[in-house]
């Protein structure tokens, strides 16, 4: 088994994809910037609010003011109040899981300990809770996997990192670790997350979390 796994946080272990990109879409909108939501999915997805920041101003000429990005959280957090459920089957994978693990996503701490929160999930993770506003670049790049494996001990190729996103999955190659490629989300079909995720070649691609622990196990056996 590995000595480590990292798990992405929206679209791994909470169910959050959908609602972040209704609101990030809707919201933009609104403030007269023609954003979709397939926009968001295919330009957005795993990346940090910084990097979506940077993105639409230099490629669409759209500023997102800091009253927009409040804004934005505070309809956010509603909504995940109301409609935030974990993944299917995360909490009873992570129950049969034995390995040490953490979080490492590109949202902020106050966001990634709501989400968490509100699924039933922190206590799965302790303080092992990374996010990409600790480091200088955020998925695509390593930085953030590499921080978490630090922080926690762990060489990085002994890492298994569980990603949804194509950034996510190109920054754990980037880094050495092994990555596993989740599709099971309710974003997964309106991104067709399975191809995406498939033209990088991840070591895994699957759709049910109560799977990981037999993945796991079984790639264990084949290395």
């Known amino acids: 088994m590995p000595d480590l796994l990292i798990f992405d946080c929206d679209g791994v272990l909470v169910d959050s994809e959908v609602i972040s990109a209704s609101v990030l879409a809707e919201q933009l909108t609104a403030s007269g910037a023609a954003i979709d939501e397939a926009l968001v999915y295919n330009r957005f997805l795993g990346r940090s609010m910084a990097n979506a920041r940077q993105v639409l101003l230099t490629e669409y000429g759209v500023t997102i003011s800091e009253e927009l990005t409040q804004s934005m959280r505070k309809e956010m957090f509603r909504r995940f109040h109301e409609e935030l459920r974990p993944v299917a089957g995360v909490a009873e994978a992570l129950a049969q899981i034995d390995i040490p693990r953490c979080v490492a996503s590109s949202s902020m701490p106050d ?98 979390m109560l799977r990981l622990p037999e993945l796991l196990a079984e790639d264990e056996r084949a290395n």
């Open 111 to 208: 966001r990634l300990r709501l989400t968490l929160g509100l699924t039933g999930l922190l206590p799965f993770f302790d303080e092992h809770i990374f996010s990409a506003s600790m480091v200088k670049n955020g998925k695509p790049a390593p930085d953030l996997f590499l921080y978490a494996a630090e922080k926690m001990n762990v060489a990085p190729e002994r890492c298994v990192v569980i990603e949804d996103s194509p950034a996510g999955v190109e920054a754990a190659q980037a880094a050495g670790m092994k990555v596993f490629g989740f599709t099971g989300g309710a974003h997964a079909a309106k991104y067709d997350l399975a191809s995406a995720l498939a033209a990088l070649a991840p070591d895994v691609i699957f759709d049910d």
